[in-house]
């Protein structure tokens, strides 16, 4: 007996869901932090990253520490290798470790000095500047309208399709609002095609204006093989920067 499940066994509430998070962590790939809306208004996720101006490459926003003379960074794995070295601001008499008082004049005035255990500099905590010289960011927030489909069958019978519901009240007019078609095949493989409304709308043409698309009615069936009209939008997460 062959106990293996698949996409198919999921309800389709769970099905939903099940969509989002693959597109969640697929857009976690792209350096994205997706956040979840508490009430669901026709947004899925909101997603939000932080980028180089100037090259585009992901920002770290925490500062880093950094040698002021030989340049090592601590900030990572490298914490416990500073030196916490103590200078007494009365005798300039240099210690290392939890001391309280000087060792040489007794003075309580002691200094921290975190210091590097490759050449003795000082460690600084800096703001964090891109590896291409640059030191500003840019913050991106999109939000995101989640479809999920699983190849359609027909008295048993696989028809080689996806069908993506898509209603008047989803033509959110925002340019940074996008969809994400989540479409599932036979061997449980995702597959994304990620556009702008815009897109979708230029796509849609004439049947945007389609009686059945203003009933609700619409739904778009499209091969499984090559995604039909849909294909441009395959894996194009470059739209969303
Ligand atoms: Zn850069
Ligand atoms: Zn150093
Ligand atoms: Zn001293």
């Known amino acids: 007996m062959n106990n293996k499940r698949t996409t198919t066994d999921l309800s389709a509430r769970h099905f939903s869901r099940y969509g989002e998070f693959l597109v969640s962590f697929e ?5 994205w932090n997706v956040y979840n809306p508490v009430y669901d208004e026709y947004i899925d996720l909101i997603i ?34 500073i030196i916490a070295k103590k200078i007494c601001a009365n005798c300039k008499y240099e210690m290392v470790g939890n001391k309280r008082k000087c060792e040489k004049c007794g003075s309580k005035n002691l200094i921290n000095r975190p210091t590097c255990d490759i050449c003795g500099g000082e460690i600084e905590m800096i703001d964090h500047s891109c590896k291409c010289g640059s030191k500003n960011y840019v ?23 996806y069908a993506v519901d898509m209603k008047p009240r989803d033509l959110i007019k925002d340019k940074y609002h996008f969809y994400i078609w989540c479409l599932i095949d036979d061997d449980d493989k ?27 009615q619409d739904r778009q069936h499209f091969s499984a093989r090559d995604f039909g009209k849909w294909k441009e939008f395959l894996n194009e997460f470059d739209k969303l920067e």
Do not use: A
């Open 139 to 161: 913050t991106k927030f999109r939000t995101i309208q989640v479809k999920s489909s699983r190849i359609e069958y027909k008295n048993g019978k696989s028809k080689n399709t």
């Open 27 to 31: 857009l976690s790939k792209y350096g």
């Open 48 to 81: 939000h990253k932080h980028v180089c101006e100037d090259c585009g490459k992901n920002w770290n926003l925490t500062p880093v520490l950094v040698c002021k003379k030989c340049g090592k960074d601590f900030s990572k794995t490298q914490k416990n290798k």
């Open 190 to 216: 995702p597959h994304f095609l990620v556009m702008s409304v815009n897109d979708f709308k230029r796509v849609m043409g004439d049947s945007l204006k389609g009686i059945s698309f203003f009933k609700d």
